[in-house]
Structures are given as structure tokens and as C-alpha cells.
DNA sequence: TGTCAAAAGATTTTT
DNA sequence: TCTTTTGACA
């Protein structure tokens, strides 16, 4: 008996297949993790591979974590050698050695989306952009799908041709990258577009990494990019050892750049590839993938396949429309205490998933009334603070006073009386010389213009100069403390005693903390070590099992979690899916959030409640939603409670709503309006049959006429008299 | 240079 | 509705 027995046969072959290209199609919940982690362990236990030369990459390095500790259960060694993290932390940590061939410094510092902002206004400033035309926004996003394919300034100017928006968006590239370099930084797409780079310019560095990494895996395959498949492909191309794992079905960061095009055409890129299909799943109730698989059937755009369990059939479905949102939270608040009174679940075998991170805050206002301990996920990143940034910009001044920004950001905080006027002679002086901000800074003292607030930058810079001098012999917790100490920033606050203010000094509290554990647990810790670990860090990170509390969190967070009993809230048309999803005239937008859809019912493992309220508070206007047209892809008899509102009205509906108000209230949950034609399966009944129907009781069917799409069938009840209806509609039953 | 009020913007999802 | 940005004024 081995490890290995317990896997089923696909799982098994998967395992198995160590050399050469493999596709692994794993459905939802069919144990790729456990695929994974075997197939690490057979390669180090069985072939004798040397766990330095593994990587996996994973979408989040807790995910990365998790596999590193499984396969130490099952192997027992060696499982610290391995390489495994995202695709960014793989980047950064291959630049960091090598980024000096592309003209950068290796102690570059990673540009957040706040950071490229900022960069960006500055850029629209200085090429005269008028930037009520084209937002900052916009450009950043043109830039960062151009950076996804792999798409320089100088090829996106000339794929511009004539076109006067475009030409202007490929100057403000050009300028913006210019900045970038300058400012020895990266955004987060350049860590991915650079590596590559990297990898074709210098050969060696390449050959490196390839006899480094003899066996490659590739976790949620379906949601990455051109430059990441790139990446993968250069990395792989030498000894072909790649498995990448992934699930069409769960391909949701289309937004994002990712090509689904990487899982369709991974056969034709590596033409000995062997592909696995993984269909049995071992998470969820049978009601429940039945359930999935219904909604994401509708989609036109995919692989066709069908998962399957042999676990019960389990409760029903429960789907239920409020009112209110308000009232939505406070059922879910309800329910989740009544279950975990009951002792049916903990509180951390609950998670309520969400389309927008909007809809958190009224979940927090009943959880913290009802007492419930949760946990939010996502939203702004911790790191992304006003106050932690500020801490963090310090920490980055000393760390590498090229970062431009981050000098910029804290030369005035707290105030010292420096304004915009001198700071932009500053930033002319620096521009001049072709020098550092923060060098110019140093020779205040020398530039003309600025005549007597040179007294005011002096202090700053010197303060900079002392923390630098103590780095060598502080750690980086002491070097923070000399921060706050010096700076009086977390004084300040106190002395304010606002709510606000008590919350910041708990945030700042929290990065203390966290500076403190990474002092614990790094071999060598550094201070652009933490800086480093600091700027990848994703929300979902921080999430752990063992503490009981329930998760709140975007259907995207929760893609590759998996809860025993899940609410899916704001189940309505136009959050869910998106207005902007329903009014696009591309339908493979909505086919992206049905899979959306897909993900989130496949992480219930026993219990799921899909949740919807008539109306809502969007940016303080009231809508009024239909129930989601994913709730009506759900057949009726995987639910159990559906519609049980009161028809109380607290408040009237506003004149110009009421039509609006109107069409909410006759939507009703399985009503379909325009019923799936189901012609092709045929009936189970004919003419003369005695059929039972839900509503109407016993009757024989009199008559089956075809109805274009569907099947008219007349029925002579025995109470209710002749009816006509729609077959599919009136899910008749043989008796 | 700093403060306050008005105006604009945001809400689709994230490393 | 709530937050962030802008602009006027002290």
C-alpha cells in the first residue's frame, strides 16, 4: 500500500506522468491540490529528483505554502528546496539577481497601482495630456494589456498608426516607462514583462533557469496571460517537463489579460502533450454540482464536460429573495447563528461571496451586531494604507533613495512646511542634472531658486542620512520605531482621538507586528527583504484556517477555497451579473461572469444559499433587481425554500421607479420567462398518460402540440379543469 | 502654505 | 452614499 493508491485512476496517471508536457483539465473540487502534491512527492521519492529543481507556480503564496506543507507530510524532506510561489514572487526573485543586464539597479522597488497613478499624472502633466479626456486610468489600463502581450512603447506607436488617441497613449508609455526606469522601479506587470526580456536577451541566464527548473507546474492555468504563458514556455522549452493545471470553466481574470487561448492551444504549442481530464469531484453534494453544472451549461464557449460525485445527494439548495439588502445581511447573520448554536457548522466552515467589495459593509454592520467573528477579504490592501504607506515610503527612502516617489510622498509628512512650489523646483533641478530627486534634495543648499526653504529640506534629509547610517546595526522593527519616534507621526494621531485616528494606530500597530514576524521567520532578514515580501502580498494571504471566523470575500478571492456551507449574496440582475456584463454587446462578457457564477457554487462542499434582495442602495440611488438569471439556471428541484417575502412595503417607490419597481416585484424566482427549449430530450410522457403537475394535482394528457421551441401539451386535470402549457415549463410528472 | 467647502467620481473583478 | 480631488481664500 503507497500514497499513491489512494488517487483514483486519472489522478493516478497524472502522477505518473512526470516527463514530457501534461494538461491537466481538473474540474472544480476533483483534487488537483492532491494531484499536485503527489505528483511533487513521486518525483522526489520515487524518480529521485532533486526538490532544488521543482517549481510550482501557484496563484498566491498561500496556496504555495499549503502544497510546500503537504508534500512534506507525504515526503518528509526536502520540501524547503522547492520552488514554489506566484508568478510575480518568482519574477521578482529572478530580477533581483539578474536585472542589472537590463539597465536597471537590483534593488528596484515595485510600483503599486497607487504609485503608477501618481506616475502617471505627473507624465499627462508633462506631455500636456489632457487628462479629462483620456484618464490616467485609462491609459494605465491600455498600458498594462499592452504589457500583458508583450507590447513595447515603440511596436504600441506603431500598431498606433493614424489614430490621434493612440498615438497620444503610446507617448504617455514611452514617458511613463522613462519615469519608471528613472525612479529604479517596476510596476507589477513589468516583474513579468522584464523576466522575459531578461530571458531572450541573455541566453545564459536563460540556460540557467532551464537546468534549474527541470520539472515545471503550473497552478489555475486558466487564468494566465500571454507573458506569464511566455514565461512558462521559455522556461520549459529545454527539457519539456511542464504540467500546467487548469479548468476552463473557472477562467475568470479574462479582464485581466488572461488568454484562455493558453489551455486551447497548449496542445498545439507542445505537440507531445498528453491531456488528462479530472471529472469526478470529491467536494461538493451531489445537489449542488448538479446545480453547477446546470448554469454553466448555458455557457456556448467552452469544453464540453460534466462533472460527477459519488457523494450524497445532500440538502436542497436554499434561494431566497429579501427585500432589502439589509434584511439580506441580517438572514445570513441569522442563519449562520442559529447554525453554529446548533452546533451543525463552525464559523469558519461559513463564507458569504460577493460580486462587488461594495456589498461587504452591510455584512460587516450585522455580523458585528450579531456577534459573529469574521474576517473581510480584499477591499484595500492593507499595504495600500494611507498610513502604512507612509511608514513604508520611509523604510523605502532608506532603503533606496531612487524611489522618487515614495521621498516625495513623506518630504511633507508630517508637515514641515514644504510646499509645491519648492518641490517642483526641486524636481526641475533633479530633471536638469539628470539626477535623483532625493539626491537633489541633498543640494538644496545649491539651487538658486529655492533661496531660503533649503532651511526647511535640510532637517529631512539629514534625518534620511542618520537612519541610514544606523541600518547597518538596527533591525528593521527598531529602525521602524525610529521612524515613528522621530517623525511623531503615530503623536499626532493620538492627539487627534477620532475614531479614524485609533484605527490608524491599530494599523500601524499591525505593521509593527507583521515587521516583527518577518524578522522571525526570514533566515536573513533584510530591510528590502520585508519590502520586498511587503509588495506582493495579496489580500487572501492572510487567511487561516484555524482561527473560527466566517469569510466575506469577492467570487474572485474565493476561486481555489472551498467552505462547507457558502451564501452567495446580491444574486441579482445587474450586481450579478454585472450591469455592465448585461448591456455589453460582446456575450462572451456574460459567459465570463456565469463562470464567475460557476466558481462560486462549486466551493460549497454541503450547504449553499443563494441570496437576493428587491432593492438596493447603489451609490445612494435605490434599485430595484431582478432575481440573477444564474438563480433560474438552477433547475427547481435542487431547491428548497424560494420565495418567501412578505409583501410589506416599507417606503414607496419614487414616481419615475415605479415601472422599474413594478418588473422587480412580478420576477419571481423560476418563473423563466423564456424557457429553455428542452425539444430534444424528448418527453417521458404521451397522449393518455396520467401525469402529476405541482400546482394543478393529477390529470391525463389530452393533447401534445409542437410548440416551435418547446412542446404545448394540453392536460385534463382532475380538479383544475383543461390547462394548456409549456412542457418545460410545467415540469410534468408520469405517475 | 494650509484649510475648507464644493465638485467630481466611483462600483466589476486583482497581482 | 461616501470618498477623493480641486479650487478659492486666508
Known amino acids: 500500500m503507497s500514497v499513491y493508491d489512494t488517487l483514483n485512476d486519472m489522478q493516478r496517471d497524472a502522477v505518473f ?19 499536485l502534491t503527489h505528483r511533487i512527492a513521486y518525483l522526489i521519492e520515487e524518480k529521485g529528483i532533486n526538490p532544488w529543481n521543482i517549481m510550482a507556480i501557484t496563484f498566491t503564496n498561500k496556496a504555495a505554502q499549503e502544497m510546500r ?12 528546496s522547492i520552488w514554489g510561489s506566484t508568478f510575480h514572487s518568482t519574477c521578482v526573485r ?10 536597471f539597479g537590483t534593488n528596484f522597488t515595485i510600483y503599486d497601482s497607487d504609485d503608477q497613478k501618481t506616475v502617471m499624472k505627473d507624465v499627462c502633466k508633462r506631455l500636456e495630456i489632457d487628462t479629462k479626456v483620456y484618464k490616467e486610468k485609462m491609459i ?81 492555468y ?11 514556455s521559455l522556461l520549459a522549452s529545454k527539457y519539456q517537463n511542464l504540467c500546467v493545471v487548469g479548468d476552463d470553466d473557472q477562467s475568470i481574470y479574462k479582464f485581466r489579460g488572461a488568454n484562455i487561448g493558453n489551455i486551447l492551444n497548449f496542445e498545439k504549442v507542445f505537440p507531445n502533450a498528453r491531456t488528462i481530464k479530472l471529472e469526478q469531484n470529491y467536494r461538493s453534494t451531489k445537489n449542488i454540482l448538479n446545480a453547477a453544472n446546470d448554469v454553466i451549461r448555458n455557457n456556448m464557449e467552452r469544453k464540453e464536460k460534466r462533472l460527477w460525485t459519488d457523494n450524497d445527494e445532500g440538502d436542497m439548495l436554499e434561494c431566497r429573495q429579501f427585500m432589502t439588502a439589509y434584511e439580506e445581511a441580517e438572514y445570513i447573520a441569522g442563519d449562520i447563528s442559529r447554525l453554529v448554536r446548533e452546533g451543525e457548522f463552525h464559523y469558519n466552515d461559513c463564507a458569504v461571496l460577493y460580486r462587488t467589495n461594495a456589498q461587504s459593509r452591510m455584512f460587516e454592520e450585522k455580523f458585528l451586531m450579531a456577534n459573529i467573528p469574521y474576517k473581510i477579504i480584499g477591499g484595500i490592501n492593507f499595504y495600500a494604507r494611507k498610513e502604512v504607506k507612509d511608514l513604508l515610503s520611509y523604510l523605502k527612502t532608506v532603503d533606496n533613495a531612487k524611489d522618487d516617489l515614495a521621498v516625495r510622498r513623506i518630504i511633507n509628512v508630517p508637515k514641515r512646511g514644504i510646499g509645491a512650489t519648492t518641490l517642483g523646483r526641486v524636481q526641475d533641478y533633479a530633471v536638469e542634472r539628470g539626477i535623483s530627486f532625493y539626491d537633489a534634495l541633498k543640494e538644496a543648499d545649491k539651487i538658486p531658486s529655492i533661496g531660503r526653504s ?41 492627539a487627534e482621538d477620532t475614531d479614524e485616528a485609533k484605527a490608524r494606530i491599530e494599523n500601524i500597530d499591525e505593521l509593527i507586528t507583521k515587521v516583527v514576524s518577518y524578522e522571525e521567520s526570514a ?18 494571504d492572510s487567511l487561516d484556517e484555524e482561527s473560527d471566523y466566517v469569510v466575506l470575500m469577492t467570487l474572485h478571492s474565493a476561486k481555489g477555497l472551498e467552505f462547507a456551507n457558502v451564501y452567495m449574496a446580491g444574486m441579482e440582475d445587474g450586481i450579478f451579473p454585472s450591469y455592465m456584463t448585461t448591456s455589453s454587446d460582446d456575450p462572451s462578457d456574460l459567459e465570463e461572469e456565469r463562470r ?43 431547491v428548497a425554500a424560494t420565495n418567501e417575502i412578505l409583501p410589506r412595503i416599507k417606503e414607496m417607490p419614487r414616481q419615475n421607479a415605479f415601472a422599474q419597481a413594478k418588473n422587480a416585484f412580478l420576477s419571481r424566482p423560476f418563473e423563466n420567462k423564456a424557457p429553455e427549449p428542452k425539444k430534444g430530450e424528448g418527453l417521458e410522457y404521451e397522449v393518455g398518460d396520467t401525469v402529476q403537475h405541482i400546482k394543478f394535482g393529477v390529470g391525463i394528457v389530452e393533447k401534445i402540440a409542437d410548440g416551435g421551441r418547446d412542446y404545448e401539451v394540453t392536460v385534463n386535470f382532475d380538479k383544475a379543469g383543461v390547462k394548456k402549457m409549456f412542457a418545460s415549463f410545467a415540469k410534468l410528472k408520469k405517475v
Not at 147 to 165: C, F, H, Q, T, V
Not at 620 to 627: C, K, L, W
Open 17 to 35: 506522468h512526470t516527463d514530457g508536457p501534461l494538461l491537466l483539465l481538473a474540474g472544480a473540487g476533483s483534487g488537483k491540490t492532491r494531484v
Open 69 to 80: 506543507e503537504r508534500v512534506d507530510r507525504l515526503v518528509g524532506f526536502g520540501s524547503e
Open 94 to 103: 529572478i530580477l533581483r539577481r539578474h536585472i542589472e543586464r537590463l539597465g
Open 140 to 220: 494605465l489600463g491600455a498600458i498594462s494589456s499592452a504589457k500583458d502581450e508583450m507590447i513595447s512603447p515603440e511596436e504600441y506607436r506603431l500598431n498606433a498608426g493614424g489614430d490621434y488617441g493612440k498615438q497620444k497613449i503610446a507617448q504617455a508609455y514611452e514617458e511613463y516607462q522613462k519615469q519608471l526606469q528613472n525612479s529604479n522601479a517596476l510596476d507589477f506587470d513589468d516583474l513579468l514583462v522584464k523576466t522575459v526580456e531578461l530571458f531572450r536577451i541573455c541566453p545564459d541566464v536563460l540556460d540557467y533557469y532551464q537546468e534549474r527548473f527541470k520539472y515545471i507546474m503550473v497552478d489555475e
Open 222 to 232: 486558466q487564468d494566465t496571460n500571454t507573458v506569464q504563458f511566455l514565461l512558462v
Open 454 to 494: 533649503s532651511v526647511k529640506l535640510a532637517p529631512f534629509v539629514t534625518f534620511i542620512q542618520t537612519l541610514r547610517s544606523q541600518q547597518e546595526f538596527l533591525s528593521v522593527h527598531e529602525l521602524l520605531g525610529e521612524i515613528i519616534e522621530q517623525t511623531g507621526y503615530v503623536k499626532e494621531l493620538e
Open 523 to 540: 533566515e536573513t532578514p533584510t530591510l528590502s527583504g520585508f519590502l520586498e515580501e511587503v509588495a506582493l502580498v495579496a489580500d487572501i
Open 596 to 638: 464567475l457564477c460557476y466558481v462560486g457554487i462549486t466551493r460549497a462542499m454541503k450547504r449553499l444559499t443563494l441570496t437576493s434582495a428587491r432593492q438596493r442602495m447603489i451609490r445612494g440611488e435605490t434599485q430595484f433587481n431582478r432575481v440573477s438569471r444564474f438563480v433560474h439556471e438552477i433547475p427547481e428541484g435542487l
